[in-house]
């Protein structure tokens, strides 16, 4: 009887060890392994080749990805460069009448998908790209202007790092661009960069040559200023209210108890019980569980579209219980995210009933971020932008129990 009593006693004792380890400290309700997780801004992907990190995608059943088509978005890039040559003055657009249109290049990170696409597609468009994105890996392209053929040069790219190893950083576009300049002259007949940062970072530089056209990417709202004022030439728009309200619309989602497609898909394109739905297009993409944005192009003939405050006056204040939301951010100093994209969050945050914490990394160690990636059981859902898209793993580690 001792020894039956002693089992039934050790069935007991180990049935309330683990309905204690089934539920989250916090909540009391859910482990952390089993809250939605959506990762934005930087798709989970392998440095080398850019594939999807699936293993990260399927961490559970609640992990989406939210942010932009890459491929898609650096083709509209692509062909604001190529129609604004081809529809250009030559003797404008050639300084040095070489018959060359020699250009430079600012590559945001090597190793980040985004960037890698951009870099591919400004080549393409140009007749430069020679099958890889790294620096100097390129071929004499060729364009046709006023119907005479211009050779084409990539003169120079190079990845844009800090000091401190940050990439996308502008004080390097501020800093190559000079040099460029020093060194190329009026040899240099276009500026395109990955993104506004460095191409405003570029128009920093004391020894820009003056009107020479630039090309940047993001809408930022400094580089809409730049194309009213003349400076900027070109930018491409990610729909970042899209992007922002969407992300928060799938995490809320995700807490309300909707899954798969559906969770990616109400008060998106179609409307929520609530009759929210983003006026922008978005599309998903159910293999790379991925909600997607559309880019457009900007140029001093559509700017004032996209000037001023874009907020969606479709999305409006919802009757649901408050949840908490832990929000990474890869760089604190990333022109994007602080001056678009987390101010959208902060507007539509509170119509959705979530509550925000957010936490930034500088944009060079992993660390910066994973280390504020704490007292995870004191949150109900979680959004991460990393600093390495192949760092997914760090984070669902983290997110195990």
């Known amino acids: 009887m001792i020894k039956v009593s002693a089992a039934i006693a050790g069935i007991l004792l180990a049935t309330v060890f683990l309905s204690c380890a089934e539920q989250d400290a916090g909540t009391g309700t859910q482990l952390n392994r089993d809250k939605p997780l959506v990762f934005y801004n930087r798709q989970p992907s392998a440095t080398e080749d850019g594939n ?9 059943a609640k ?11 650096a083709e509209v890039q692509g062909k604001l460069i190529l129609d604004y040559l081809q529809s250009g003055n030559p003797e404008q657009l050639d300084r040095n009448g070489d018959g060359c249109i020699g250009y430079v290049l600012c590559i945001g990170d090597e190793g ?7 870099t591919k597609s400004i080549r393409s468009a140009l007749g430069t790209w020679n099958g890889s994105p790294a620096p100097e890996h390129t071929k004499e392209g060729a364009v046709q202007i006023a119907g005479r053929t211009f050779r084409v040069k990539e003169l120079e790219g190079k990845a844009m790092t800090g000091t401190d190893g940050s990439t996308w950083n502008a004080n390097a576009a501020t800093e190559a661009m000079g040099s460029w300049a020093t060194k190329y002259g009026n040899g240099i007949d276009l500026v395109v ?4 940062a ?19 990417y993001d809408a930022n709202p400094d580089a809409i200023e730049a194309i009213k004022e003349g400076k900027l030439t070109g930018t491409v728009s990610q729909n970042v209210d899209a992007q922002a309200a969407a992300m928060l619309i799938v995490l809320r989602n995700l807490l309300d108890g909707l899954s798969g497609e559906r969770a990616c898909t109400e008060g998106i394109s179609t409307a929520d019980r609530y009759g929210n739905k983003i006026s922008a297009g978005l599309v998903y993409d159910a293999d790379a569980k991925a909600l997607l944005a559309k880019s457009s192009g900007i140029t001093s003939a559509n700017w004032q579209d996209y000037a001023g405050s874009r907020r969606d006056a479709d999305i409006r204040q ?14 604190a100093a990333d022109v994007f995210l602080s001056s678009a994209y987390i101010p959208a969050l902060r507007y539509y945050a509170p119509l959705l009933g979530l509550e925000l914490t957010i936490v930034q990394g500088d944009g060079q160690s992993e660390a910066s971020c994973l280390d504020k990636f704490t007292n995870l059981h004191s949150f109900d859902a979680y959004a991460v932008n990393m600093v390495k898209t192949n760092s997914g793993s760090d984070y669902t580690n983290k997110l195990r129990y």
């Open 52 to 60: 999807v990190d699936k293993e990260t995608m399927d961490w559970n």
């Open 63 to 73: 992990t989406f990805y939210v942010g932009v088509a890459p491929a898609e978005g």
């Open 112 to 118: 980040h998908d985004a960037s890698r696409e951009r």
């Open 193 to 196: 960069a990955n993104s506004d």
């Open 198 to 216: 460095l191409a405003m970072g570029c128009l920093q530089a004391s020894n820009f040559p003056e009107g020479v056209p630039v090309f940047g």
């Open 318 to 331: 919802i009757p649901a219980a408050k949840k908490k939301v832990l929000v990474t951010v890869y760089n």
